[in-house]
C-alpha cells in the first residue's frame, strides 16, 4: 500500500556541519534523524576520522517527499559549494507512516 | 640528550611515513587532549592565586595586541607571494596569528628538563591568543559585512573545547589551590608527560598523513610554514623583554608567538568563512610548522632568548 | 532476475534492546544481522549516545519478505509502545540470494 | 575549601548550560566508571578480609531492609500526590530505593579530605543495597504476576557492569590484601580522585542536558528529587547509630539511603517495567538528586551525623 | 529524471579487509565510498567487534551501475570463499549524478 | 598468594560465562594494549643500552631458529592426528611458532612479584620470535608459489601494530636512557601493573567467549593447546641454559616458546593464507593456550627452569 512509501534522505558530510544539519532538516519538517559516524573518501579528499576535523557523519532522515526535496534543495543552496557533502535518497516501506 | 617525548613524536612521523596500520583511537586522542588541556590550565590557575591581576593586564592586553597583528602581517605575504585566494590567506594567517596548545606542552616539557623556570600564569597568556587571531581572520575574509554572524562565532570559539577547558582548569586551579590539587596530582601532574609523548605518537602520525598533501601545495607553503614562526616569535621575544619576563617566560611567549592553531582556528574558521579552504592551513600548520616548532624551533627560541637577555643584560 | 531480490529490513532502536532483537530477528528466520552504534531523535526525544542509556543501534538484516514481514509484525506487538524504534525496509539485489 | 572535584561537576553543568560540544567519548566514560568500580570494589574487598563476616550480617540485612522499605515509602507519594502512572511511581520509587555508586565515591572523597575514616566495608553495604529496591519497584507496578521472568531480571542486574565490578573488586581486594594490591595501587588507587574529578565531569554535562527536561515534567518532581533524598537520608542514619558506626560511617550510609540509581534500575526497569517513561526517572535522579547530593546533601548529612552523634553521645 | 539514478552499493566485510576494498572499489571506477565500523553476525559466526580481530566494516559506495556490477563481480572472484563477506546493492536519487 | 592481575583475569572469565554484558570498549583495549607494547619495548631499551651487542647475536639467531623449526613440529601433528587441512594445520603451527606479548606481560608480573631477575633484553627476543613462524606458516600452507605476494607480508608483519611499537619502544628506550624515562615512568612503569590487570580482565571476556566455539572444533584441539605449549617451553629452556642465563631469563624464553600469537600472526595469515580458518587458530590460541599459560604455564615454566638449573648446576 503505497500510503505506507516514505522517502529516505541520507546525509554524508563533515561532523562540523552536524550541529547545522540537525537543525536545518528540523526546520525544514524533519521530525526525527538518526546520526552514525563515518569515515570517507571523495571529491574533496580522504576524511579518515582521525581525528575531529576529518570524521564524517551520516545523517538518515525518513520523511515525506516534499520535505525531502524540500532539505536536498536547501544542502545543495547552502552547503555544496563549501563543505565535503553527498546527499542521495531513496524510497522506503514504513510502519506508522503518520510518524514521518 | 634527546627527550623521549620528541622520540615519540618521530615514531610517529616513521610509522606514518611507512604507512602503519598504528593508530592512537579518536577516542582515546580525544582523552589525551583533555587530559593536556585540564592539566595545562590547572597548573596555570595555581600560580594565578599568587599574582596581582593588575600586573598582569598590561601583558595580557600585549599578548592580544599580537594575537591582531600577527595574521596582518601573514595575510599580505600569502596573497601576494603566495597568490592564495582572499579566503584561504586570511584562513592562513589566522592559524599563524593564534596558537598551538600542544606546541606549548611540548614547550613547558623542555623548559622543564632543562631546569628553565618561567612565569607559571602563561597558560592565560595562551588563551588570551586563541582569540583575536580568528577575529582578525573572519574580518579579512569577509571585511565588515553584515550578514556575518558573530554570536554564532563567539559560542564556537568559547564553548569550544580548548579554550573551555583551559579556562576551566585556570578556574579550578585558583580556587583550590595548591593543597587543594594535591588528591589529583597523580592524575594531571604526575602522568603529564607520559599523556604528552602518547599525544605526540598521534601527533606524528597525523602530520605524516599530511606530507603527501604538501606535494599538491607546493614550496611556497613549505617556506612559509617555516619562516613565519620564526618571524612571529621575535614578537615574543619583544614583548618578554618588554615586560622583563624570565628567560623561560620569554621563552614560552615565542613558542606561543611561533606556534600555528590547529583545533580553534579551523573549527572557527569552517563555520565563518568557509569557502577556505581547511586542508591547506592544516597541512601548514600540521604538516610544517608543528613538526618545525617541535624539532627545531623550540630550542632554538630559547637559544636565541638566552642571547636577548645577555644581550640588554636582563 | 528477481530471484536475487531480497528485503533489507532496518531497524533503529534502543541499545538496551539489543540483545532481545538480536534473539528476536534470528527466531523469526533471519540468518545474519548488522549492526551499527548511531544516536538520534525521534517521538521519544533526542538520544545522543552521550552514555549507555540514550545510545541507540541500527540493524540491518537482509531476508526473504516474508521473514521481514514477520520480523516487523513482531517488533510493532513487542516494543512499538514502550520502546524508541523505527523500522523500515526496501527491496536490494544480492549476489548468492539463497545466503539470506 | 571547595573540593576540586566538585569544581569539576560545576564545570562539567556550566560547559553544559552553556551548550559546549565538550564531551567525555562515551568509550572514556565507560573506562571511567570502569576504573571507579573497580577501585571502590577493591578498597572495600581488602578491609573485609578484617571483618568477621558474623559481624556483618546484622547490618546487611538491615541495609537490605532499607532497600526493601524506602520505595514503600516513594511509592504513594509519587502516585498520590505526583500522579504518576503506576508504573512511572513504581519506576521512580525504585530508583531511590536503590544507591549510586558515583554519590558515594563523592562522599568517600569527600570523607577523606576532612580526615574523617569510616568502616571500609561500606562497599559491600553498597552493592547489598543495590539489589532489593529493584525487586520492589518491579513489584510494586506488576503485582505478582506469573508471567513476570524473574530469571531476566536477576540476570540483569547480577551480570550488569555495576554489581559485577563492586563484587569482582571486593573478592579481588579480600584475596589478595592489602600487599597484593600494592603493585595496582598507582592505577586504581592514586589515579582515584583524578579519574573521579573526569567522571564529574561528565555527570556535570549529562546533569545540565537533563535541565531542559525538567521543565517539562514541572515542580513536583524538582521537590520530590531533592526531599526524597533528605527523608531517605534518616534511615541510612539510623542504621548509623543502632549499630553505633562511626560518624564517617554513618554519614556514607546517609549518603547510600539518599543517593538515587541512574545506572543498575534504569535498565533493570527498562527490561521489566518498559511502559515506565525513563526520561522521567532519570531527570530525576541525574537532574535533581545527583547535583543535589554532591553539591549540598554530602556536607549536611555529615553534619546531621556529627549532630546525631553528640547527641547520642556516640 | 533517471539521469540522477545511481547505484548504491553496500559491502559488509571483515576490517582487515579494509585497505584491500578500498584499494580495490576505486581501481574499479569509485569515485568515492565511505565506512562506518559495524559489528554482525552472517555464515561466518558472531563478529562482535570486541576487539580488532572480529570487527566489520560496512562501505558504501555509489556509483554507475556497469562499476557496480564490476565490483561485485571482483568481489565474489577474491574474497567469497575465504572471507566474511556479503554485498548487496539498490538504485538511488542523487544530486550531481557526474559526481559519481 | 595469588596475583591480583590472575585474579582479575578469572574475573573476566567468570564475567563472561556469566554472559555478564561488561566490555572494556574496544578502543580502551586498544589503548591499554599500546601502553603495554610499549611499556615492554622501553623497560628492555633501557637494558638494551647497557648490552655488548654481539653478545646477544648468538641468542637472536638461536630464537630466531627456534621460531623457524617449532611450527615444523607442530604441523605435521596437526595434519596427521589433528586431520586438519593443509591451510588450517599451516596457520596454527604459525601461532604456536610465534608469540604472545600479553603472556610475556604476565610472565615479567610473575617474576617481579617472586623478585625473579632476569636478562632485561628479552622484550627484543620477543620481537625477534614474532617473524620467523609467520614466514613457515606461509611456506607451509603455499610451498615456494612464485605469486605469494612478499612484500605485503613484510609490510604487515612490520608495520603491525604489536612489532612496531615493541620495536619503537626499544629505540626510544635505549636513545632515552634511564635517566632520560623518567618522567614518563608514571605513565609506563608505575601503571603497568594496573594496566595489566584490566588487559587480563578483558582478555578473559575473549576468552570465554571462545569456550564455545571449542565445542563444534573438539578434543584434539584442547589437548593441542596444552600439550604444545608445554613441548615448546622445552627448546626455549634449552636456549636458556645453552647461554647459561639466569633462571628468570631461562623461565622467560620458555614462556615465550609456550606462548601462542593472537595479534601479529593472525593478521599475517588473513592475509597471506586467507582459507585458513582464523576462528580455528584463535580458539586454539586465546581459548586454550593464553589461559593454561597464564594460570598453569607460568608457574610451572619456572619451576622446571629452577629443577633444571639445580642439574645443570647452573
Ligand atoms: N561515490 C561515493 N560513494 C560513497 N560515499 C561517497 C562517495 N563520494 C563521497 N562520499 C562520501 O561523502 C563524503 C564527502 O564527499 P565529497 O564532498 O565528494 O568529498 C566523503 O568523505 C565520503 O564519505
Ligand atoms: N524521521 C526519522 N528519520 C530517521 N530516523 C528516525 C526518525 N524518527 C526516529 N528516528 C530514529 O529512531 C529512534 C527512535 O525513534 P522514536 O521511537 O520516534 O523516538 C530515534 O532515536 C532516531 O534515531
Ligand atoms: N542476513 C544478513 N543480514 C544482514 N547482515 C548480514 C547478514 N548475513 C551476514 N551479514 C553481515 O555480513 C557479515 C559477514 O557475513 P558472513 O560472510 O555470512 O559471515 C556478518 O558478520 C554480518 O555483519
Ligand atoms: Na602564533
Ligand atoms: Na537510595
Ligand atoms: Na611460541
Same mark, same amino acid.
Given at each position: 500500500?503505497?500510503?505506507?512509501?516514505?522517502?529516505?534522505?541520507?546525509?554524508?558530510?563533515?561532523?562540523?556541519?552536524?550541529?547545522?544539519?540537525?537543525?536545518?532538516?528540523?526546520?525544514?519538517?524533519?521530525?526525527?534523524?538518526?546520526?552514525?559516524?563515518?569515515?570517507?573518501?571523495?571529491?574533496?579528499?580522504?576524511?579518515?576520522?582521525? #581525528?575531529?576535523?576529518?570524521?564524517?557523519?551520516?545523517?538518515?532522515?525518513?520523511?515525506?517527499?516534499?520535505?525531502?526535496?524540500?532539505?536536498?534543495? #536547501?544542502?545543495?543552496?547552502?552547503?555544496?559549494?563549501?563543505?565535503?557533502?553527498?546527499?542521495?535518497?531513496?524510497?522506503?516501506?514504513?510502519?506508522?507512516?503518520?510518524?514521518? | 640528550?634527546?627527550?623521549?617525548?620528541?622520540?615519540?613524536?618521530?615514531? *610517529?612521523?616513521?610509522?606514518?611515513?611507512?604507512?602503519?596500520?598504528?593508530?592512537?583511537?579518536?577516542? %582515546?586522542?580525544?582523552?589525551?587532549?583533555?587530559?593536556? @588541556?585540564?592539566? %595545562?590550565?590547572?597548573?596555570?590557575?595555581?600560580?594565578?592565586?599568587?599574582?596581582?591581576?593588575?600586573?598582569?593586564?598590561?601583558?595580557?592586553?600585549?599578548?592580544?595586541?599580537? *594575537?591582531?597583528? @600577527?595574521?596582518?602581517?601573514?595575510?599580505?605575504?600569502?596573497?601576494?607571494?603566495?597568490?592564495?585566494?582572499?579566503?584561504?590567506?586570511?584562513?592562513?594567517?589566522?592559524? $599563524? *596569528?593564534?596558537?598551538?596548545?600542544?606546541? $606549548?606542552?611540548?614547550?613547558?616539557?623542555?623548559?622543564?628538563?632543562?631546569?628553565?623556570?618561567?612565569?607559571? $600564569?602563561?597558560?592565560?597568556?595562551?588563551?588570551?591568543?586563541?582569540?583575536?587571531?580568528?577575529?582578525?581572520?573572519?574580518?579579512?575574509?569577509?571585511?565588515?559585512?553584515?550578514?556575518?554572524?558573530?554570536?554564532?562565532?563567539?559560542?564556537?570559539?568559547? &564553548?569550544?573545547?580548548?579554550?573551555?577547558?583551559?579556562?576551566?582548569?585556570?578556574? %579550578?586551579?585558583?580556587?583550590?589551590?595548591?593543597?587543594?590539587?594535591?588528591?589529583?596530582?597523580?592524575?594531571?601532574?604526575?602522568?603529564?608527560?607520559?599523556?604528552?609523548?602518547?599525544?605526540?605518537?598521534?601527533?606524528?602520525?597525523?602530520?605524516?598523513?599530511?606530507?603527501?598533501?604538501?606535494?599538491?601545495?607546493?614550496?611556497?607553503?613549505?617556506?612559509?610554514?617555516?619562516?613565519?614562526?620564526?618571524?612571529?616569535?621575535?614578537? *615574543?621575544?619583544? %614583548?618578554?623583554?618588554?615586560?622583563?619576563?624570565?628567560?623561560?617566560? &620569554?621563552?614560552?611567549?615565542?613558542?606561543?608567538?611561533?606556534?600555528?592553531?590547529?583545533?580553534?582556528?579551523?573549527?572557527?574558521?569552517?563555520?565563518?568563512?568557509?569557502?577556505?579552504?581547511?586542508?591547506?592551513?592544516?597541512?601548514?600548520?600540521?604538516?610544517?610548522?608543528?613538526?618545525?616548532?617541535?624539532?627545531?624551533?623550540?630550542?632554538?627560541?630559547?637559544?636565541?632568548?638566552?642571547?636577548?637577555?645577555?644581550?640588554?643584560?636582563?
Amino acid at each position: 500500500m503505497s500510503a505506507n512509501i516514505r522517502t529516505l534522505l541520507t546525509i554524508i558530510s563533515e561532523s562540523s556541519l552536524e550541529n547545522r544539519l540537525v537543525r536545518d532538516v528540523q526546520k525544514l519538517g524533519a521530525r526525527g534523524y538518526t546520526i552514525t559516524e563515518c569515515r570517507g573518501k571523495g571529491a574533496r579528499g580522504a576524511r579518515d576520522a582521525e #581525528w575531529d576535523y576529518d570524521s564524517n557523519i551520516r545523517m538518515e532522515v525518513i520523511c515525506s517527499r516534499e520535505t525531502a526535496l524540500a532539505i536536498e534543495k #536547501w544542502l545543495q543552496e547552502k552547503y555544496y559549494d563549501d563543505f565535503a557533502i553527498v546527499v542521495y535518497s531513496d524510497d522506503v516501506n514504513v510502519l506508522r507512516p503518520d510518524k514521518f | 640528550m634527546l627527550d623521549p617525548i620528541i622520540l615519540f613524536f618521530l615514531l *610517529g612521523i616513521i610509522a606514518g611515513l611507512a604507512r602503519s596500520e598504528l593508530r592512537l583511537p579518536s577516542q %582515546i586522542y580525544d582523552f589525551v587532549s583533555i587530559l593536556l @588541556l585540564l592539566a %595545562i590550565g590547572l597548573k596555570g590557575g595555581v600560580e594565578l592565586a599568587q599574582q596581582p591581576f593588575a600586573k598582569l593586564a598590561p601583558q595580557i592586553l600585549a599578548v592580544f595586541a599580537m *594575537g591582531l597583528i @600577527l595574521p596582518l602581517f601573514a595575510f599580505p605575504v600569502l596573497r601576494k607571494l603566495g597568490k592564495f585566494k582572499r579566503a584561504d590567506a586570511a584562513s592562513i594567517a589566522a592559524h $599563524y *596569528g593564534s596558537v598551538s596548545v600542544g606546541t $606549548y606542552a611540548v614547550a613547558i616539557a623542555y623548559l622543564a628538563s632543562n631546569d628553565v623556570s618561567f612565569e607559571q $600564569y602563561m597558560p592565560l597568556l595562551l588563551v588570551v591568543l586563541e582569540v583575536p587571531a580568528i577575529l582578525v581572520g573572519i574580518l579579512l575574509a569577509r571585511g565588515l559585512s553584515k550578514n556575518m554572524n558573530w554570536g554564532e562565532v563567539a559560542h564556537e570559539i568559547f &564553548t569550544g573545547k580548548g579554550v573551555l577547558l583551559l579556562l576551566g582548569g585556570l578556574a %579550578i586551579g585558583w580556587i583550590a589551590g595548591p593543597e587543594g590539587l594535591e588528591p589529583i596530582k597523580p592524575m594531571f601532574f604526575d602522568l603529564f608527560k607520559g599523556v604528552l609523548a602518547l599525544f605526540l605518537l598521534e601527533m606524528g602520525l597525523i602530520a605524516a598523513a599530511r606530507v603527501s598533501a604538501l606535494r599538491t601545495y607546493g614550496a611556497f607553503l613549505l617556506v612559509f610554514g617555516v619562516v613565519m614562526p620564526l618571524f612571529s616569535s621575535l614578537f *615574543g621575544i619583544g %614583548i618578554g623583554l618588554l615586560f622583563d619576563l624570565s628567560v623561560g617566560g &620569554t621563552t614560552v611567549l615565542a613558542v606561543l608567538a611561533a606556534s600555528a592553531s590547529y583545533i580553534a582556528v579551523p573549527a572557527a574558521m569552517r563555520i565563518s568563512v568557509p569557502e577556505a579552504n581547511p586542508s591547506l592551513s592544516l597541512t601548514a600548520s600540521l604538516g610544517i610548522t608543528f613538526p618545525f616548532n617541535v624539532l627545531v624551533g623550540i630550542p632554538l627560541y630559547y637559544q636565541m632568548c638566552l642571547w636577548a637577555h645577555s644581550v640588554t643584560g636582563g
